[in-house]
């Protein structure tokens, strides 16, 4: 039971991930921009950051614990290193974006509707969050690759 659960609480983040970010970069690509773009932007992030909680957390339980196929299984596959560095690299992406929502979220606070939303950083957001959704989709086909045996070069 333990194996199905994780494996639905996985890909019920990869959807609500997905739909977080297509609309965040959506929210963001309105002009001219509105705070009530932002704010739709703001909770969009917020589901984003909850399901890429979710979706790290129930990978790792299910590579360490071995719920699917052995640890070692995964340590050995050339494939699942190309999703880890696809991981790595949306999460440096990341990075930069949440540095421009905490921004946004401090401004809001101090200046409440007087505050104007800064059209650089929403526009650098929005492109980052379409290159995260192609990222998410790489690391999809990684996933389904590896499930299927491609990449695994054996214990030494």
């Not at 990978?59 to 360490?64: S, V």
């Not at 494939?79 to 992406?93: G, N, S, T």
Request: proline letters at 1%; a positive charge.
């Amino acid at each position: 039971m333990l194996r199905l659960t994780l494996a639905f609480l996985h890909l019920l983040a990869l959807g609500i991930g997905l739909g977080a970010i297509w609309t965040r970069a959506r929210s963001l690509a309105t002009q001219p921009l509105t705070v009530s773009d932002v704010r739709r932007a703001l909770v969009s992030d917020n589901w984003w950051a909850f399901a890429g909680a979710l979706w790290i957390a129930t990978g790792l339980w299910r590579l360490l614990a071995g719920t699917e196929k052995a640890t070692s299984y995964y340590t050995h596959n050339h494939v699942f290193f190309a999703k880890m560095a696809f991981l790595v690299l949306l999460l440096v992406m990341e990075a930069f974006a949440v540095v421009v929502m905490v921004r946004w979220r401090s401004g809001m606070k101090k200046l409440g509707d007087a505050w104007q939303p800064d059209v650089v950083g929403a526009t650098r957001v929005r492109i980052i969050s379409y290159v995260e959704i192609v990222l998410v989709l790489a690391m999809v086909v990684a996933a389904v690759s590896m499930a299927r045996g491609y990449g695994y070069v054996g214990a030494a």
